[in-house]
């Protein structure tokens, strides 16, 4: 049971705001589908899933830019080559861990059999391919096993819990995404220790064992735009190569323009932003046992006010914020955030933490505020984001502006404004024009 308003009662000033655009390095394709079309032609794409040979390729839960126009376009090019493509889904434990879960959870990307032009499929059931030299499992998808080859798709990125030499990627996707909730609660298990090590070596041993012929590596820009697609041979999945496209999305991820805020204030978290919820190294907050918080940026209090609809109720994350909302707590569908986080082990379960549930928006900004340790509500440096990965147009309090130079180029958009709430609803940051 929740206590009433008048806990959360109380006069706070606000400061006055300023809109303003970060400008990040921009590399960006013209045309992502022909771009990937083009990759798979010169990786020998016709001999590897031409001449009617049943190929599976992978599709995970991200919110990647363009995913269903690529996908449609390799669908495409494979069924050119005389191949007959179908998707898996290969996504762990997010859905629910139910097959009609990620059904639905691809649906709201936009991935459907109509949108990509081939069968979708989705299943639990896993194989056994073989064990680790510590005997420890590597499973399979019972899809991709029959497959007479797979096409590993991701986008590669920064991962929110861990940092090593493979992150978000193709050798995570090939482990923990085919390797469906058996082998995502496997690796799990071991906490960091499996997510760097046991990780890319359950990668490798899949690729030995089964008929993985190339992976597909996407890499956006800080504007969630495809940058580049680069075909990477089966061999570099969890190689050399894998390595050298993580370090390249590092240089091209987003950051937020200052090193130390009173109070970050999100519209929305959700699984199609980030396996997080939100980015827990764009917020410096990993809350992971044994792996060390960024040194930046140093964030006093977060405020999270929405769930994304994608996420279907899964508010992995919630534990990185402070605050939240009633309408956010409303939303949340604890069997899939429960299932997600402790498939996760000691990686997931601090995400899961429910944070101080303020009334309405109004309520949590001001709560945020009061606990950040300003003395002076109205000189507090608060940053205003619609989630982690729009940060390129954000809005942010004067005495932040004018006190701390910015990380990154950035300019003034229009004039100053005040923060507005109407029945206790922010304005969404995107609004403030």
């Not at 091209?252 to 929305?268: E, K, T």
Request: with cysteine; proline share 6%; net charge neutral.
């Amino acid at each position: 049971m929740f206590v009433t308003r008048s806990a959360f009662q109380w006069s706070v000033d606000l400061p006055v705001f300023q809109r303003i655009k970060v400008h990040f390095p921009r590399p960006k394709l013209a045309n992502p589908p022909a771009a990937a079309q083009q990759a798979l032609d010169a990786a020998g794409g016709a001999e590897l899933f031409g001449a009617g040979r049943r190929v599976a390729i992978t599709v995970g839960s991200r919110g990647i830019a363009g995913f269903p126009a690529i996908l449609a376009a390799l669908v495409a090019r494979i069924r050119a080559y005389g191949g007959q493509p179908h998707l898996v889904a290969a996504m762990g434990s997010h859905g629910g861990a139910t097959a009609e879960g990620q059904l639905a959870l691809l649906a709201n990307l936009g991935i459907t059999e109509k949108t990509v032009g081939a069968p979708l499929v989705s299943s639990m059931e896993v194989v056994e391919v073989g064990r680790l030299a510590d005997e420890m499992p590597v499973y399979l998808d019972r899809f991709a096993a029959t497959a007479d080859a797979i096409l590993v798709v991701n986008r590669i990125k920064p991962h929110p819990d861990f940092t090593s030499a493979w992150e978000s990627g193709l050798a995570k996707m090939t482990a923990i995404g085919l390797g469906k909730r058996a082998g995502a609660d496997t690796i799990h298990r071991y906490g960091v220790i499996g997510l760097q090590q046991q990780m890319p070596e359950a990668a490798r041993l899949i690729v030995r064992r089964a008929p993985v012929c190339l992976g597909m590596a996407i890499l956006e820009n800080a504007y969630h735009e495809t940058a580049r697609i680069i075909a990477v041979p089966a061999a570099q999945i969890a190689g050399d190569l894998e390595t050298a496209l993580l370090q390249e999305a590092y240089s091209l991820m987003p950051g937020l323009p200052f090193a130390s805020i009173d109070v970050l204030v999100i519209d929305q978290i959700g699984k199609d932003i980030s396996g997080t919820g939100m980015d827990a190294k764009i917020v410096g907050r990993i809350r992971v046992h044994g792996v060390a918080d960024p040194a930046q940026p140093d964030i006093r209090t977060i405020a999270v006010l929405g769930l994304t609809a994608a996420s279907h109720g899964n508010a992995v994350g919630i534990g990185l914020a402070d605050v939240t909302t009633r309408t956010l707590f409303d939303q949340v569908d604890f069997e899939s955030m429960y299932l997600n986080s402790l498939t996760s082990g000691i990686t997931g379960i601090q995400r899961a933490f429910i944070p101080v549930v303020a009334p309405d928006d109004q309520a949590a900004v001001l709560t945020a505020l009061r606990a950040c340790g300003r003395p002076a509500p109205e000189h507090a440096w608060i940053v205003h984001i619609q989630n982690t990965l729009a940060l390129h147009e954000l809005c942010v309090s004067l005495p932040l502006l004018e006190a701390m130079p910015p990380r990154y180029a950035i300019e003034r958009i229009g004039a100053p404004f005040m923060l507005s709430f109407e029945g206790g609803r922010l304005l969404p940051c995107a609004a403030n024009r």
